[in-house]
């Protein structure tokens, strides 16, 4: 089965899925018999979000420290600031090994700016900003409440295309989750340029 093959399934996929995060996970030698898998989970399995460094978008107290809100968007960049999402999948049921797993989101909006690079980075603690934090809700992940995380890999993630589907390949990092190297806490996108640099994915 060759890489032709599988980016031609990849697409098949897609076009089937509403615009939000995807984890499309493929076991390359049953591709001819089904051997996809794609992961849309709602908030009962899954959490993602964003949160900033500085500027707190919070009612309930002042505009500092930082903290992001559980919206409909994932944002990385910043201006000066660093804005990160966070996300995390429940992958019971899927398979122990997989020859692929990509991590799928769509950026419709740069905030009329320009994108950024990234940099992908494993949780490594358990993080909920439902039940916890330091913050005066729970509304948003509080910057204060950010899960450490350590970068997963030296290359650079490309910059996103608007209105396009952008592809985080993580098929080490869902290996080493599924074979119990690491826990699955679940992975962090950091940008490379905070200088009046966005991404905005849906979440």
Same mark, same amino acid.
């Given at each position: 089965?060759?890489?032709?093959?599988?980016?031609?399934?990849?697409?098949?996929?897609?076009? &089937?899925?509403?615009?939000?995060?995807?984890?499309?996970?493929?076991?390359?030698?049953?591709?001819?018999?089904? !051997?996809? #898998?794609? @992961?849309?989970?709602?908030?009962?399995?899954?959490?993602?979000? $964003?949160?900033?460094?500085? #500027?707190?978008?919070?009612?309930? *107290?002042?505009?500092?420290?930082? /903290?992001?809100?559980?919206?409909?968007?994932?944002?990385? !960049? /910043? =201006? /000066?600031?660093?804005?990160?999402?966070?996300?995390?999948?429940?992958?019971? !049921?899927?398979?122990?090994?997989?020859? *692929?797993?990509?991590?799928?989101?769509?950026?419709?909006?740069?905030?009329?700016?320009?994108?950024?690079?990234?940099?992908?980075?494993?949780?490594?603690?358990?993080?909920?900003?439902?039940?916890? !934090?330091? /913050?005066?809700?729970?509304? &948003?992940?509080?910057?204060?409440?950010?899960?450490?995380?350590?970068?997963?890999?030296?290359?650079?993630?490309?910059?996103?295309?608007?209105?396009?589907?952008?592809? @985080?390949?993580?098929?080490?990092?869902?290996?080493? =989750?599924?074979?119990?190297?690491?826990?699955?806490?679940?992975?962090?996108?950091?940008? @490379?340029?905070? $200088?009046?640099?966005?991404?905005?994915?849906?979440?």
């Amino acid at each position: 089965m060759n890489s032709r093959l599988l980016k031609q399934t990849r697409e098949r996929l897609l076009v &089937r899925i509403p615009q939000a995060a995807v984890l499309a996970v493929c076991l390359l030698s049953r591709l001819a018999l089904g !051997g996809q #898998y794609v @992961v849309q989970p709602g908030p009962a399995q899954s959490k993602d979000i $964003w949160t900033t460094s500085v #500027y707190s978008f919070a009612t309930c *107290s002042g505009p500092y420290p930082g /903290g992001g809100l559980a919206d409909a968007n994932l944002r990385v !960049g /910043g =201006w /000066g600031d660093s804005y990160c999402a966070l996300l995390q999948f429940n992958l019971a !049921g899927l398979p122990a090994n997989a020859t *692929s797993a990509v991590l799928y989101l769509y950026c419709y909006s740069f905030n009329n700016d320009s994108p950024t690079q990234m940099r992908l980075y494993r949780i490594t603690q358990p993080w909920d900003w439902r039940t916890s !934090g330091t /913050g005066c809700d729970r509304e &948003r992940l509080w910057w204060a409440d950010c899960p450490p995380a350590v970068q997963w890999g030296i290359t650079t993630l490309p910059s996103a295309t608007l209105n396009q589907w952008y592809a @985080v390949d993580i098929t080490d990092l869902y290996n080493a =989750w599924q074979n119990g190297t690491y826990p699955n806490y679940g992975l962090q996108l950091q940008p @490379v340029s905070t $200088w009046n640099t966005w991404n905005v994915f849906y979440s």
